[in-house]
Structure formats: C-alpha cells, structure tokens
C-alpha cells in the first residue's frame, strides 16, 4: 500500500506499507527540509508517530519494521500520512462522519408466555425463552448433516444454534 505523504497541505513525498515474511516494512521519503521531521499517520480516529525522518542528502527517510504486535498499534485503515518539524504537534485529525452500522429491521411476531420471537430482512429468527436465546438460520440442505438441528417453520427449513 502506498500513500501520499504531506507538508503544510502539499504532497512532498510518499510511504509505502510492505510485507516481507511475518513483518510489515514501512518505507517513507520525502525532500530534503530545513528541520528535522517527525512523521505521523493519522486514521480510524487516532494520530500515531513513526519516528524522526533521517536526512539523506537532497532527502529525508524512514524506514521501520513492524510485527504483527507492533503493527496493531498503529491505525487499521490510514487516511492520511504528515510530516512536521520535529517540535511542533501533528495537524488535528479532520473529523470524518460517524460511520453509523445499521440495525437490522425486525418485525415482532409472537409473544406468549415469556417468549419473544422475530424475524430479520434477511430471514433469520430469534427467540428469547426463560430456557435461553435460540437463532435460527435459514437453510437449504440437500441432505442431513451430523450435529445440526433442523427446525422447519412456515414451510421452511432452519439451522438451529442456541447461544
């Protein structure tokens, strides 16, 4: 994966995310500053620091390896890639709209006895008893299959789970 790196607003270099066996080599350059830079990755709500770019040069780099430990502490999806003079704090992040999952749209169909059951779009059941909670999936299975429990309901044929 690659992505721009900026400066003040401009692009001025880019960096690189690499596998190399169980690592994941992260490479940056950008031109050469009149300061040293601190380099910052910014996403999923959270700016993290790489380190200090080493001048190289009519450049300036970084180069890292990460484990897969190291490597869940930096973002999971990176939005944007920033170099500022090693004293100075990283631009704010700009906030981004919420992404808001949606809930799945059931429609009640019984309650007796302490039992409640519905139904969602994509037709999967639940039912709430003093017994536990069951989902039921629907399925199609040309023939049995050990340790499934099949229910049928409305003429058609579920996979029972009880969790």
Do not use: H
Not at 17 to 26: K, N, S
Not at 131 to 147: H, S, T, W, Y
Request: aromatic share 8%; net charge positive.
């Amino acid at each position: 994966m690659e992505k721009k790196i900026y400066i003040d607003g401009k692009e001025q270099g880019s960096i690189i995310f690499r596998r190399d066996g169980i690592y994941t080599i992260v490479e940056a350059e950008i031109s050469a500053q009149e300061k040293l830079m601190r380099l910052y990755i910014q996403g999923n709500g959270k700016t993290c620091g790489l380190g200090i770019m080493e001048p190289r040069g009519k450049k300036a780099v970084l180069k890292r390896r990460y484990s897969k430990i190291e490597l869940k502490k930096l973002p999971a999806e990176i939005e944007s890639a920033v170099a500022v003079p090693f004293d100075k704090k990283p631009p704010p992040l700009e906030k981004t709209e919420k992404i808001i999952k949606p809930t799945p749209k059931r429609q009640e169909i019984k309650k007796e006895n302490g039992k409640n059951m519905w139904i969602t779009e994509n037709g999967n059941l639940f039912l709430v008893t003093e017994d536990g909670k069951f989902l039921a999936i629907p399925a199609d299975l040309r023939k049995e299959v050990p340790g499934i429990r099949l229910k049928y309901y409305k003429n058609r044929q579920y996979m029972l789970f009880r969790y």
